[in-house]
């Protein structure tokens, strides 16, 4: 009995990729029609739908689903969110964890609604550094918490494949608003994201 797989892609998006990876595929000295790249443009086309799929979830009502009234103002911290980006200067992966703090003003949200943030702006054509403000406002905004932290850390492929060829370098950016403009709050987050707790 054969193997199906069941996926749904875009036919236009999967047609017109499959063209371009064809011409890549040639265009670097290769023949597409050789017996393991027969399939590769449309397995690329397919791959490619499946890492930019962020542009099709917004963020802000991945938020909005799961708000509730709540009497905490303490800091909520979900560390290690791990995460997969594609660099928009060369279409190389990146990938890392992010850390997302936020303390709640009356408001919070289900902790796997941050994952599925980082998901939304991560499966992107993306820098790292828009990616971390981008995680940063949406959660301020939607959830209007008295304050946001959010730091990650990244390789990538760009750095480690080409160009510079570094294996060992590690990216971190970070970006803070409301009470994690404060020394005490913000040394706080960054204590916790780099402690073991067991």
């Known amino acids: ?18 063209t371009a990876y064809t011409s890549i595929i040639s265009a670097v000295g290769e023949d597409p029609a050789r017996e393991g790249l027969l399939k590769t443009p449309e397995r690329m086309a397919k791959a490619m739908q499946f890492i930019t799929q962020g542009y099709g979830m917004n963020a802000a009502d991945i938020l909005n689903s799961a708000k509730f009234h ?10 290690n969110i791990e995460l997969y980006s594609l660099c928009e200067h060369h279409l190389l992966p990146f990938f890392g964890k992010a850390h997302i703090a936020y303390i709640p003003n009356g408001v919070i949200t289900g902790l796997s609604k941050l994952a599925h943030v980082v998901e939304a ?15 940063l406002d949406v959660i301020q905004d939607t959830l209007n918490p008295l304050g946001v932290g959010v730091v990650i850390e990244a ?28 020394n005490e709050t913000r040394s706080e987050f960054l204590r916790l994201i780099s402690s073991n707790l067991s």
Request: with cysteine; charged share 25%; proline share 0%.
């Open 1 to 18: 009995m054969a193997y199906h797989k069941h996926e749904t892609y875009d036919a236009a998006a999967t047609d017109a990729l499959k």
């Open 70 to 79: 709540e009497d905490y103002n303490e800091m909520v911290l979900v560390k």
């Open 121 to 135: 702006f991560s499966r992107r054509l993306q820098v790292q550094e828009r990616l971390t403000h981008q995680i």
């Open 155 to 182: 390789q990538h492929l760009c750095m480690m494949m080409r160009g510079v060829q570094k294996q060992n370098s590690v990216t971190t950016t970070s970006a803070f608003s409301g009470q994690f403009m404060k």
